[in-house]
């Protein structure tokens, strides 16, 4: 069965979750669907097709950056306002059952496509990293540390749509 990113909904086996890191697992089971209907994130989770196990999810939100937490290379693109719209990949995990199969690349590569196709205002994209390796996987995509935040990495938006998005797109 080919898998498929969907929209987190009732249908999807939350309680069966664990990619071994207790806050992520804690927040798909307990309060993912409470911030989707309260569209304080979007929540997407990746599944077989026609299947209710989820083998990995991401969220998405809206979030400001303190334009001065930017690199000055950065900021000199960027229009003088104390802040900067982006989109943040609050949380991004696999199910331990499917570790090593590439589908927190996808996930990932899911999520900031997104981002790029989005009508929503974004500079940059954010990312949370939750530990040292979930530091150095974003890392491996680009993403650089953005000031004022412990482990908060970002993408300036032209590089998410030179990298993310497909030719010609």
């Given at each position: 069965?080919?898998?498929?990113?969907?929209?987190l909904?009732?249908?999807?086996?939350?309680?069966?979750?664990?990619?071994?890191?207790?806050?992520l697992d804690?927040y798909?089971?307990?309060q993912a669907?409470?911030?989707?209907e309260?569209?304080?994130?979007?929540?997407y989770?990746?599944?077989?097709?026609?299947?209710?196990?989820?083998?990995?999810?991401y969220?998405?939100?809206?979030?400001s950056?303190?334009?001065t937490?930017?690199?000055?290379?950065?900021?000199?693109?960027?229009?003088?306002?104390?802040v900067?719209?982006?989109?943040?990949?609050?949380?991004?995990?696999?199910?331990?059952?499917?570790h090593?199969?590439?589908?927190?690349?996808?996930?990932?590569?899911?999520?900031?496509r997104?981002?790029?196709e989005?009508?929503a205002?974004?500079?940059?994209v954010i990312v949370?990293?939750i530990d040292?390796?979930?530091?150095?996987?974003?890392?491996?995509f680009g993403?650089?540390?953005?000031?004022?935040?412990?482990?908060?990495l970002?993408?300036p938006?032209?590089d998410?749509?030179r990298?993310?998005t497909p030719?010609?797109g």
């Amino acid at each position: 069965m080919p898998l498929v990113f969907e929209p987190l909904s009732r249908q999807h086996d939350r309680a069966a979750f664990s990619c071994g890191q207790p806050a992520l697992d804690d927040y798909l089971k307990r309060q993912a669907r409470q911030d989707v209907e309260r569209r304080f994130a979007f929540c997407y989770v990746l599944c077989e097709r026609g299947n209710s196990t989820i083998q990995g999810y991401y969220t998405l939100s809206s979030i400001s950056v303190d334009l001065t937490d930017l690199p000055p290379e950065i900021r000199s693109r960027l229009p003088r306002y104390g802040v900067v719209p982006a989109t943040l990949v609050g949380r991004l995990a696999v199910d331990s059952r499917f570790h090593g199969q590439g589908l927190g690349s996808a996930l990932l590569v899911d999520a900031v496509r997104r981002t790029a196709e989005s009508y929503a205002a974004a500079a940059l994209v954010i990312v949370d990293a939750i530990d040292d390796a979930a530091e150095a996987f974003y890392r491996h995509f680009g993403f650089l540390p953005l000031g004022g935040g412990e482990r908060r990495l970002y993408l300036p938006l032209p590089d998410v749509r030179r990298y993310f998005t497909p030719r010609g797109g």
